[in-house]
């Protein structure tokens, strides 16, 4: 397992290894050197658990191992696409994964004029982020201005405005782990009072779903469209049905464990076991 910290997730994922007596190494990326052309001598494991909380250090770092012919879950090729939403949108649509409409531009007056597409209220998502971090809902025409304008002022990935038609009414979301070919575990994420947004990291409260064949067959789905591996995928329930919002990479899975009672780190030791076979 590569990691930058121990959260309770990595520690669950040592539980699982020791449990399941498996021998499980763990490396600290900032730790770490390596070099561009090859590192013959590499001594990490041919199978890692990427568990970086930076899509940057955990997109470069993984190709670095990758060039070093070592599997990574998730590859680089996931992580790529996964962490970046706009990249994700065009790779779930490609697939047919149902997903919310997303418009972008680059400019404020072509901001405005997609929000006006979308219709008010709508979402501006930075394309790179997580734990629902700078998502903003844009109300009206002053409001919105006045956050795109914000945005003109910070780096230039937020200047990438993707902008997104808010459902309306949702008092939960569904956050699914597929592993492999398979839907493992899905808990509801009701938002805390005050919120519009889900996110655990944000004080969503969590409750377990149910996975009826709907569910898994779009979620294992909405998986292989960016790639396959090991993935947290994020649902909205609309009156039209599901649509998929986001497919995380690299997901925090305490809460969906405790709340469903699934050993999600125990599966995905599996999964990696399975692969270090082949
Ligand atoms: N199109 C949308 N309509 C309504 N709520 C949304 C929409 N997109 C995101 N949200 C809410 O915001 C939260 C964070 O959005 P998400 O796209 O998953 O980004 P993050 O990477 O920050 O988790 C979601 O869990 C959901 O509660
Ligand atoms: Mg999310």
Redesign the pocket.
């Known amino acids: 397992m590569l990691c930058d910290r121990i959260r309770p997730d990595e520690r669950m994922v040592i539980e699982a290894a020791k449990s399941k007596g498996i021998d499980l190494r763990i490396y600290d990326i900032d730790q770490l050197v390596f070099d561009t052309a090859g590192d013959p001598e590499v001594e990490i494991e041919k199978v890692v658990l990427q568990r970086s909380m930076s899509y940057f250090k955990s997109m470069h770092v993984t190709a670095l191992l990758e060039n070093n012919g070592i599997k990574v879950v998730n590859s680089f090729d996931s992580a790529v696409v996964c962490g970046n939403?706009l990249l994700a949108s065009i790779a779930l649509s490609k697939a047919g994964v149902p997903t919310?409409r997303t418009l972008v531009a680059f400019t404020e007056d072509s901001a405005l004029r997609a929000v006006n597409k979308i219709g008010y209220p709508a979402?501006l998502?930075p394309i790179v982020?997580?734990?629902?971090?700078l998502?903003a809902p844009l109300k009206d025409l002053e409001s919105a201005r006045a956050i795109l304008e914000t945005r003109e002022f910070m780096f230039p990935l937020y200047q990438v405005f993707y902008i997104?038609?808010?459902?309306q009414n949702?008092l939960r979301?569904i956050r699914c782990f597929v592993i492999g070919d398979r839907a493992v575990a899905a808990m509801y994420?009701y938002?805390p009072p005050g919120e519009?947004?889900?996110?655990v990291a944000r004080g969503g409260r969590a409750e377990a779903c149910p996975i009826t064949p709907d569910l898994e067959e779009l979620c294992v789905r909405a998986a292989e469209a960016v790639g396959g591996g090991a993935f947290g995928v994020?649902v909205?329930e609309t009156p039209n049905g599901f649509v998929v919002?986001?497919v995380n990479y690299t997901t925090e899975f305490k809460a969906t464990s405790e709340s469903t009672g699934v050993d999600i780190p125990g599966l995905i030791l599996d999964y990696l076991v399975e692969m270090a076979r082949h």
């Open positions: 939403k919310p979402i998502k982020g997580s734990w629902g971090r998502i997104q038609e808010m459902i949702l979301d994420r938002s519009w947004r889900t996110n994020d909205m919002h986001e």
